[in-house]
């Protein structure tokens, strides 16, 4: 049965799930099947079939840690090597159950990518875009590793974050704000930095989610209320994406987490080119396994596993959270002992009756086990936390079957003095975008008024963020939320600091129908303020994508009506990313500040920048466009057919997401991707451009595989160096930005510039300092298709360095190939 699987599979991608073992069924098969009622007639319609998985060899410093998996591996009997790769009911949001027999205390897979979720006394730090928007490298691992120290101790081997898609190919996709940037680049910064630092910790970072998730409209199949828990009506969104784009934009991010050794990936649920997530041969099998050398395990988004021995075949390796169907219904179902599932008793089967080779399931645990042994996770890790289980809802005790070893302290206190580390965060991810005549810094005013439903306290709550409409705004919502201990609002860290300054008055307003529709005049006490600081904010969660680019709660009215009056107003924005600013330039704004999502020390963060104390250093890590329509590559939200398969999302657009869309059609833009002012000025001189090897060859040298793919695409070919000093009267945080373009023998297709380095740099007033950029082979390549291959075009690159993706301050050309 085996040998006629793997011939079946080799023989064509067209072949179908219906054979296999483990509830697969034909519409789950491979390949995208035409449906009969459209007719699409495009170059992605399949997606190729790559067999057999790839076995982990510990490649890159894992060689150790593989062979005690091995050795763990063969006192497994084959029931419980099933368990070992089917997440059960138990204390945490992931269970892996444990082994007592061998001292394997099973492993706890907890949310999210800005807090340990699900727990009590755990800090909530600034969210990945504000981390993106930050630019800097020593804080996305710090970060990553002060995370690591709160899962660590809270007993969860594994931290489900951090997330790359999606990466941002519409504004409108409602978890954006849980990665960093649109933009492979930074976004690949940010994943490297984020993994070590977690991993550093002691804890299992997961790259999420394999690939193409870009919106959450139709993300999962519709299940039939009528029908049994697998019974679907439609299928999920399928993201048809051609093998370039993959390569330069969306893969890109998830290669630097593979070269950072990253534990564990989830795959996604929406389909890829016509394949589910889970079970796409090419995404997990072939580029994550082969070309990416990926040495870890990849496990299902919740729900995500709609098969068993075909996804199983296709490269997942750990079903979570084990159980059937939707997202919720996981646990419906009810078997003495264990949870039934695609994987679970199902492996056992198809392993006995020969359906499934048990060296493919040994290959799911030596991968499960690899990581497990290479952080030291078998030495004086925590228990979990138990009112880890008191707190989880998602699976409750009462759906437990089997016993977990809930010992040692409970709730435990795990924040440390991480509050300081996340008032630093929030303000160096927080872009100041406008500063008319010195409006910021603050000076000292006497006479402050507030305004808007953003400024305060939650009234219904605030220990879960919800879309609720009075109370600030730190984090967006879903599994990438927190649990607030405390809050610092807006309100009350500058009430605080009005005190110090001896203002005399702070008056505020938090209702906005009441401000917008208000002369405001009649609010304010006849003594004029000296500033008015409008707070306003815009929420977005996991499974629905954002309906409006504009701020919430009818904002821009707010905005509308302070500004009519008041000739100093400052405006505040709590968000998870894009929003337009159709008042931007009106004369009464004289500061804009976007304050993204900062965690749980908000109004510290917030006023640190108001007042100076903190010169701003953040930089949009998207393109906020002069308009919504604007913006290519919107979310599919609707489709007029009925056909099973019928949710497309094309990605027509290929490389132009983005800045590198607006750039391409030369689109005016509002304020551009990069952009961020400081308090200071800087100057950039003295340009220059070396090559660190002679003879460059078009072509990497062919090396054998390393976690990221072949080592040769990360050594660094050629070195840029800049001149940047302070011009200014106050110290700040300098973010030099290299661009590059390529040659014109590069593709058709290739954007105008491309994010390929930046440093945060620290100046003094007067003070110069050379920063350089280090490009590696990859950063000067396209991928072509032909080939399989990164590619170093002929001709002349455009190297330029700025302070924005639009603000290029020194530019020079240079020929990379055969340099020297
Ligand atoms: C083998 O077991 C699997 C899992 O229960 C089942 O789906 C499949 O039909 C079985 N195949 C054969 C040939 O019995
Ligand atoms: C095997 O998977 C099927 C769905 O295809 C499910 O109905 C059944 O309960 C599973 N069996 C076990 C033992 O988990
Ligand atoms: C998607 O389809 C394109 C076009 O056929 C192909 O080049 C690419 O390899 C496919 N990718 C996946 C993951 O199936
Ligand atoms: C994986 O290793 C097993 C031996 O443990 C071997 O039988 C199998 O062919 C290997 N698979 C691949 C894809 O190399
Ligand atoms: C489910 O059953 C109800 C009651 O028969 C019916 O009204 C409804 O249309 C059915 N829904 C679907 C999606 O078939
Ligand atoms: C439970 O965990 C504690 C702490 O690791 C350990 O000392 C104890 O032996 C475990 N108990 C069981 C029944 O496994
Ligand atoms: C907010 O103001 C509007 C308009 O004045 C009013 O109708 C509404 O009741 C107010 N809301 C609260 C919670 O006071
Ligand atoms: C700006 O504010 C002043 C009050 O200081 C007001 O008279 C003026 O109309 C405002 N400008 C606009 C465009 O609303
Ligand atoms: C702003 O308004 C204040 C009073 O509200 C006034 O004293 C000041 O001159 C105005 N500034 C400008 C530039 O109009
Ligand atoms: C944005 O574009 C739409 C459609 O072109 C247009 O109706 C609207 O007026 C524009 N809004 C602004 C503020 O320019
Ligand atoms: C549905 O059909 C209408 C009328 O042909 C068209 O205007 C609209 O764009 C279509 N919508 C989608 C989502 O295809
Ligand atoms: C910076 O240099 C200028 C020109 O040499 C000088 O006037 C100024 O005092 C210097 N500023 C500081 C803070 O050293």
New binding site residues.
């Given amino acids: 049965m085996a040998t006629l699987l793997s011939a079946l599979l080799a023989s064509s991608a067209l072949v179908s799930a219906q054979d296999f073992s483990g509830g697969a069924r034909s519409e789950d098969a491979f390949s995208y099947v035409q449906p009969l009622d459209t007719v699409i007639l495009d170059e992605y319609n399949s997606s190729p079939a790559v067999y057999p998985s790839p076995n982990a060899t510990g490649a890159g410093g894992w060689e150790d840690a593989l062979q005690r998996a091995k050795e763990f591996v063969a006192q497994l009997t084959v029931d419980e090597k099933s368990y070992m790769v089917s997440g059960q009911p138990g204390p945490c949001v992931g269970n892996i159950a444990p082994i007592p027999r061998l001292d394997f205390p099973g492993l706890c897979l907890h949310d999210g990518p800005l807090a340990i979720r699900v727990a009590d006394y755990a800090s909530v730090f600034s969210a990945g875009v504000s981390a993106g928007a930050s630019w800097d490298k020593e804080l996305m691992y710090e970060r990553g590793y002060a995370m690591g120290e709160e899962f660590r101790a809270k007993g969860a081997h594994v931290a489900l974050q951090p997330v790359a898609g999606p990466l941002g190919r519409s504004g409108y996709a409602g978890r954006n704000w849980e990665g960093s940037a649109a933009d492979p680049y930074l976004a690949g910064v940010f994943m490297k930095e984020t993994i070590l630092g977690t991993q550093d910790a002691g804890v299992q970072a997961c790259a999420k989610h394999y690939i193409g998730n870009e919106q959450e409209t139709q993300r999962n199949p519709v299940f039939?209320?009528?029908?049994t828990t697998t019974d679907t009506?439609s299928a999920a969104i399928s993201s048809n994406i051609d093998d370039r784009t993959m390569h330069e934009i969306y893969l890109w991010p998830f290669a630097d987490a593979a070269h950072a050794k990253v534990a564990s990936f989830m795959c996604s649920y929406t389909r890829i080119n016509g394949s589910y997530g889970c079970q796409n041969s090419k995404a997990l099998n072939g580029l994550l396994k082969e070309e990416l050398g990926f040495q870890g395990y990849v496990m299902s988004d919740w729900g995500a596993t709609h098969a068993g021995v075909a996804s199983i075949e296709a490269g997942q390796d750990m079903d979570m959270p084990g159980g059937l169907g939707a997202y919720g219904t996981a646990f419906a179902a009810d078997i003495p002992g264990r949870m039934p599932s695609f994987f679970g008793g199902n492996i056992t089967l198809a392993v006995n009756n020969g359906s499934l080779a048990e060296s493919r399931v040994d290959d799911m645990i030596v991968r499960i086990m690899t990581p497990f042994y290479a952080l030291g996770q078998d030495k004086d890790f925590p228990t979990v936390d138990p009112s880890s289980a008191e707190l989880n809802t998602f699976s409750p005790i009462s759906t437990w079957k089997i016993d977990w070893n809930l010992t040692g302290p409970s709730s435990r206190d795990v924040r440390g003095d991480h509050a300081k580390l996340i008032r630093k965060h929030g303000a160096a991810g927080t872009v100041l975008l406008k500063n008319v005549d010195g409006a910021l810094p603050l000076k000292a005013p006497k006479n402050i008024a507030v305004f808007g439903n953003d400024a305060a306290e939650p009234t219904k709550g605030q220990l879960n963020q919800q879309n609720f409409e009075y109370g600030t705004l730190v984090a967006g919502g879903g599994s990438g939320t927190g649990q607030l201990t405390y809050v610092v609002t807006p309100l009350r860290a500058i009430q605080d600091r009005a005190k110090k300054d001896n203002a005399k008055i702070v008056q505020y307003w938090l209702n906005n129908t009441l401000i917008a529709n208000t002369d405001i005049d009649t609010l304010l006490i006849p003594d004029r303020p000296e500033v008015c600081i409008v707070m306003l904010k815009t929420w977005a969660e996991e499974a629905a994508d954002r309906a409006s680019l504009h701020v919430d709660w009818n904002g821009d009215a707010v905005v509308e009506s302070v500004a009519s009056k008041c000739n100093n107003t400052i405006v505040v924005t709590h968000s998870s990313g894009i929003n337009v600013l159709p008042w931007a330039d009106h004369e009464n704004v004289t500061a804009i500040v976007a304050a993204h999502f900062p965690g749980e020390e908000s109004g510290n963060s917030l006023v640190d920048i108001l007042y100076g104390d903190v010169n701003p250093s953040g930089h949009l890590p998207y393109t906020i466009a002069l308009n919504g329509t604007d913006y290519n590559a919107p979310p599919t939200t609707a489709i007029n057919t009925t056909g099973y398969y019928d949710w497309q999302s094309w990605f027509d657009e290929k490389l132009e997401i983005d800045y590198r869309y607006f750039d391409a059609h030369n689109i005016s833009v509002r304020y551009e991707f990069g952009f961020g002012l400081s308090y200071t000025t800087f100057g950039y001189a003295s340009l220059a451009a070396e090559p660190l090897s002679s003879n460059i060859s078009a072509l990497p040298t062919p090396q054998p595989v390393q976690p990221g793919g072949n080592p040769d695409l990360f050594a660094p070919v050629y070195n840029v160096s800049v001149a940047v000093s302070n011009t200014g009267k106050v110290a700040g945080h300098a973010v030099p930005q290299l661009y590059l373009g390529l040659p014109s023998s590069a593709p058709a297709g290739t954007p105008p510039k491309q994010l390929r380095g930046f440093e945060k740099v620290w100046l003094q007033p007067n003070e110069t300092k050379t920063v350089s950029f280090q490009l590696m082979r990859r950063d000067v390549s396209y991928w072509d298709i032909v080939q399989q291959e990164w590619v170093i075009p002929s001709g002349e690159f455009s190297v330029m360095v700025g302070e924005s993706s639009r603000i290029i301050k020194a530019q020079k050309g240079v020929n990379v190939l055969g340099s020297y």
Avoid: Y
Avoid at 224 to 227: K, R, S, T
């Fill in positions: 039939d209320p009528n029908g009506i």
